[in-house]
């Protein structure tokens, strides 16, 4: 019988949370400011889906949580950070599969791999004379 009621009060208790801090944000006087508080709340709850409602901050935003999830997936939302994305999610996890998806940055991906991983053979990929 207490789980029923330790659930519900945690239930009360978070809700108002997540609904105050939108509410906030929609309380701020300018647009980039409202734009900059959903992407923060978005973060601090961890609510992925409030980065839509971050304006100019969205790429930002979805960059974060891909990589404080390690997810590549979520890097196509991430507009503007895109590449970014890719590339910095391989460096983190050592994935060289995914530089090639960074784009105009795959050559520094692979480069900075190939570092990293102390593989000679990224180097061709990365295209630059200093790299072994």
Do not use: H
Request: charged share 30%.
């Amino acid at each position: 019988m207490n789980k029923p009621v330790t659930f519900f009060c945690v239930f009360i208790i978070f809700l108002p949370t997540i609904s105050g801090q939108v509410s906030e944000c929609e309380n701020r006087e300018r647009q980039w400011q409202i734009e900059k508080c959903y992407r923060d709340t978005a973060i601090e709850l961890n609510k992925k889906e409030l980065c839509d409602s971050a304006g100019e901050y969205k790429g930002n935003c979805y960059y974060t949580f891909a990589l404080n999830e390690s997810n590549p997936n979520i890097c196509e939302a991430a507009e503007g950070f895109k590449r970014s994305c890719y590339k910095d999610l391989a460096l983190m996890l050592k994935d060289e599969r995914l530089c090639e998806q960074a784009s105009s940055l795959k050559e520094d991906c692979y480069f900075e791999l190939a570092i990293d991983l102390q593989k000679p053979s990224l180097c061709e990929k990365s295209k630059k004379d200093d790299c072994w």
